[in-house]
């Protein structure tokens, strides 16, 4: 069974950090591109950040220099390290694994991050 499931979210001040992980099972994990989604309350989900099977990344122009899209092929996890939080950061953050250009496309249920002012 294909599962991905998120962790590491939660409550911090505004300028604070949160690591988050997406821990997949069921895939062979290497040969999947990694991605970050979020979504806030009344807003489009967008993608935050996204790290192919072969280690090149991708961010949003809201996030470029402050969060860090990593992967760890061995634990089968991918991670999303987020420094400089900001209120507007807040959202649910999905992980997302798929294979390109193939029907192999998976999300995790969500992580609830939340930056007070």
């Known amino acids: 069974q294909v599962q991905l499931v998120e962790s590491g979210g939660g409550l911090v001040q505004a300028g604070g950090s949160l690591r988050l992980s997406c821990a997949a099972s069921?895939?062979?994990?290497?040969?999947?591109?990694m991605a970050w989604y979020r979504q806030a309350p009344g807003k489009q989900r967008e993608l935050v950040a996204a790290?192919?099977?072969?280690?090149?990344?991708n961010y949003a122009d809201s996030v470029k220099g402050r969060f860090t899209i990593s992967r760890d092929n061995a634990k089968k996890t991918a991670y999303l390290q987020m420094n400089s939080l900001k209120p507007e950061d807040t959202a649910v953050y999905h992980c997302?694994?798929?294979?390109?250009?193939?029907?192999?496309?998976?999300w995790g249920q969500g992580t609830q991050v939340t930056v007070s002012s």
């Open positions: 069921g895939i062979i994990f290497s040969i999947h591109a």
């Open positions: 790290i192919t099977s072969g280690g090149s990344t």
């Open positions: 997302n694994g798929k294979i390109p250009s193939t029907a192999s496309d998976y």
